[in-house]
């Protein structure tokens, strides 16, 4: 399974955050540094929400969730493995001083990262072992968009 999780290619992921995903997959995926040949294809697309949780009489935040969704797509030659999305949520309080505050988001965010380049890890390895214990289910079959169901050429 280590070998085939080194020959996945994990695409460019937007932003700061998402640049954090992909190192943390990549170090998941191929501790030893990127293969040169690629089997897989993963691409990712990140994004996050704060929700704030517990409020002070000033209306000021004192606690909050953050949630990150990752919508991931894992390929070979063009045949999808998998397609899903992944989330994780982790809580954290806001501080009184805005230094405080941004540290601990840094933190929450960090700790979300780490959930997430694991929970999406072991989704691909799963995925894979499917795949390769019945490469030719229907779900992996390529479909043409110029093709109906029963395989007749649209006109």
Same mark, same amino acid.
């Given at each position: 399974?280590?070998?085939? !999780?080194?020959?996945?290619?994990?695409?460019?992921?937007?932003?700061?955050?998402?640049?954090?995903?992909?190192?943390?997959?990549?170090?998941?995926?191929?501790?030893?540094?990127?293969?040169?040949?690629?089997?897989?294809?993963?691409?990712?697309?990140?994004?996050?929400?704060?929700?704030?949780?517990?409020?002070?009489?000033?209306?000021?935040?004192?606690?909050?969730?953050?949630?990150?969704?990752?919508?991931?797509? !894992?390929?070979?030659?063009?045949?999808?493995?998998?397609?899903?999305?992944?989330?994780?949520?982790?809580?954290?309080?806001? !501080?009184?001083?805005?230094?405080?505050?941004?540290?601990?988001?840094?933190?929450?965010?960090?700790?979300? !990262?780490?959930?997430?380049?694991?929970?999406?890890?072991?989704?691909?390895?799963?995925?894979?072992?499917?795949?390769?214990?019945?490469?030719?289910?229907?779900?992996?079959?390529?479909?043409?968009?110029?093709?109906?169901?029963?395989?007749?050429?649209?006109?």
């Amino acid at each position: 399974m280590d070998a085939d !999780l080194a020959a996945i290619r994990v695409g460019p992921i937007k932003d700061r955050v998402g640049q954090q995903l992909r190192n943390a997959l990549l170090q998941r995926l191929s501790p030893r540094g990127e293969a040169a040949d690629y089997t897989y294809n993963l691409d990712v697309t990140l994004s996050e929400t704060v929700s704030n949780l517990g409020f002070r009489k000033d209306t000021f935040a004192t606690a909050a969730n953050l949630a990150m969704t990752a919508q991931v797509i !894992l390929t070979r030659n063009g045949q999808s493995i998998l397609g899903e999305n992944v989330t994780t949520t982790v809580y954290f309080d806001h !501080l009184g001083p805005r230094y405080a505050s941004v540290a601990t988001e840094r933190d929450a965010e960090e700790r979300a !990262l780490n959930q997430l380049a694991d929970d999406i890890r072991n989704r691909i390895a799963a995925a894979i072992q499917r795949y390769q214990a019945n490469p030719n289910d229907e779900r992996y079959r390529q479909r043409s968009i110029f093709r109906n169901e029963a395989g007749e050429a649209r006109r």
